[in-house]
């Protein structure tokens, strides 16, 4: 079996952790019997060097042919790279906002899982992290407040600003799809995130929920107020396998689980469309103050990686071989600076690659 993947390794350390999570990629797939075809495209500040612009039609073109996509990160140093002098349009972010909406992307998720190892980094008191958590925040990515009609007007003297906020049934329904359908390669426990106290596109979220919940018998589904989620996350974070939840929700609640975990440089993520295509990358951004060093943690996008094989190849037993993988690695030990601890040994991005690789065969 053979899956085309298209790389982007973007800009700052981007190109140092992709090639990283190739190499367990490629060991991974040779375990299983599974070849991977890669090709790279330029997106980002890269490809405004090389084109003027963030991302190339043709460049574009080649994602949408393709099985899934990999991407490091782009973006330079807003500060004082010439790249953040250009209008928004052709700045290296507007590549991912293109290639996000031209995918047809409306599902993210973030897992938040806490490493045994990594525990001393959780910001959480250890009777409430307990023997650690594991769960997975999926937020519909393009309806919604962020999405909907927004002005500014004058009204008798007084300013006053609008944001809309709409759901329809079927932009509801497919992001539950998604949920119950992660939901049954996990826990099988979904909590469906919303504000149905106040919010009318609540109350059919919540509704078309319920309706799709018909077809998963064996995934059990609840509810929760999205401000009572945001207590429990640090209150009681083991509670939670799914999160389902809305666009700003899941915005909001995705950063707050995430930081509860600790670390930046193990935080993966995923973004599906309605196919098999996804867009795999890690959580964090091109890191430009540690580019080039051989230095950056490229654990979250290894992590990016497996939930490639898991979602968009139904490859689980080569995703739970990475996984595996990684949380053997962090157990003997090896550790790149951002985690690096006391009585641990200190590696560099491409020793991490290699070792993690290592354990995978
Ligand atoms: P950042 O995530 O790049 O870096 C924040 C801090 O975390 C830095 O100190 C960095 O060194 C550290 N860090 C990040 N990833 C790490 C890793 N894998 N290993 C070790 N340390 C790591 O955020 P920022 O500095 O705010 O943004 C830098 C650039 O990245 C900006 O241009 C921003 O727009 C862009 N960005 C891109 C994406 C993306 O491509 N999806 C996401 C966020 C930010």
């Not at 070849?35 to 003027?52: E, V």
């Not at 807003?78 to 052709?90: A, D, K």
């Not at 996350?233 to 995705?254: A, H």
């Amino acid at each position: 079996m053979n899956f085309n993947v298209t790389l982007i390794p973007g800009d700052g350390i981007g190109p140092e952790i992709v090639a990283e999570a190739t190499k367990v990629l490629d060991r991974v797939g040779k375990r299983f019997g599974v070849t991977f075809t890669y090709k790279k495209i330029l997106m980002g500040g890269c490809s405004i060097d090389a084109y003027g612009v963030p991302l190339t039609e043709e460049a574009l073109a080649i994602a949408k042919a393709s099985d899934s996509v990999l991407l490091g990160a782009v973006g330079g140093n807003v500060g004082n790279s010439s790249w953040y002098q250009l209008p928004p349009e052709l700045r290296p972010e507007a590549g991912l906002l293109k290639i996000r909406k031209e995918l047809g992307l409306f599902a993210n998720i973030r897992p938040a899982y806490l490493y045994d190892e990594l525990k001393a980094a959780c910001p959480l008191n250890p009777e409430i992290i307990g023997d650690g958590f594991d769960m997975v925040i999926m937020r519909e990515l393009t309806g919604g407040i962020y999405f909907g009609k927004r002005y500014t007007e004058e009204v008798d003297g007084v300013m006053k600003a609008t944001d809309i906020c709409t759901y329809d049934e079927n932009e509801i329904r497919r992001i539950a799809v998604k949920g119950f359908e992660i939901a049954r390669k996990r826990k099988k426990r979904v909590i469906s995130v919303d504000k149905a106290n106040v919010l009318d596109t609540s109350r059919l979220w919540r509704k078309v929920v319920e309706e799709v919940a018909k077809d998963y018998p064996d995934v059990t589904l609840s509810h929760m107020l999205v401000d009572n989620c945001a207590m429990q996350l640090v209150k009681d974070p083991k509670q939670f396998d799914v999160i389902l939840t809305e666009n700003m929700f899941g915005d909001i609640l995705s950063d707050e689980a995430s930081m509860v975990t600790g670390s930046i440089g193990m935080l993966s993520s995923a973004s599906l469309s309605e196919g098999r295509l996804g867009l795999y990358e890690p959580s964090h951004g091109s890191a430009p103050d540690i580019a080039g060093k051989n230095i950056a943690n490229p654990i979250a996008t290894i992590l990016s990686a497996a939930m490639m094989l898991r979602y968009s190849f139904d490859l689980d037993e080569a995703a739970d071989a990475v996984e595996a993988a990684v949380k053997r690695a962090l157990k003997e030990g090896y550790r790149t600076a951002d985690i690096m601890s006391e009585g641990c040994r200190q590696v560099s991005t491409t020793e991490m690659g290699d070792i993690i690789a290592g354990f995978c065969q």
